[in-house]
């Protein structure tokens, strides 16, 4: 699978861990910047990036890192066919595939240590999405989505 990677400079460090532990997991990552942790940069930049690779790439999904998440994760969700989950524990990870089939990871390095970090992708990548129920709940969220991006 294709993994777009993104991070601000307070994700930095955690993005680098987390790309080279995808990477091997056999998947394929794409680091959209930023590439440095030296040099402030502004989040939403790379949130859009993450988000619309993932968007134009079908099948792919979406890391961001920043310090809390939270910035990521409001910006990513704004990218239509985004569904960015802000995630702080492995039952989150587990939960935003199964009920949400989210396709963008967010993480706070501010929260997530790299063992930690490490089993929420796993999980992440590896739980397959559940519909049912939550199908007929994601198809009234892109309702609202396409309502808003007309």
């Known amino acids: 699978m294709k993994i777009f990677t993104g991070s601000d400079h307070r994700g930095f460090q955690l993005k680098k861990e987390a790309s080279d532990f995808i990477t091997g997991l056999g998947h394929e990552v794409v680091d959209v910047g930023t590439y440095t942790a030296d040099t402030p940069c502004d989040y939403p930049e790379i949130s859009y990036k993450v988000g619309t690779s993932v968007v134009k790439n079908p099948g ?27 995630v702080y524990d492995k039952q989150a990870a587990e939960l935003s595939r199964k009920h949400n089939d989210s396709n963008v990871l967010v993480l706070g390095s501010l929260f997530t240590d790299t063992r930690e970090m490490q089993e929420i992708i796993r999980i992440w990548l590896t739980t397959p999405f559940e519909g049912g129920r939550h199908l007929r709940r994601k198809e009234q969220i892109q309702k609202i989505e396409r309502e808003f991006s007309k």
Do not use: D, E, Q, T
């Not at 979406?62 to 802000?86: D, R, T």
């Open 60 to 86: 792919s999904r979406g890391l961001l890192l920043c310090m809390s998440g939270i910035g990521h994760s409001i910006a990513a969700n704004k990218v239509p066919g985004v569904y960015a989950a802000l």
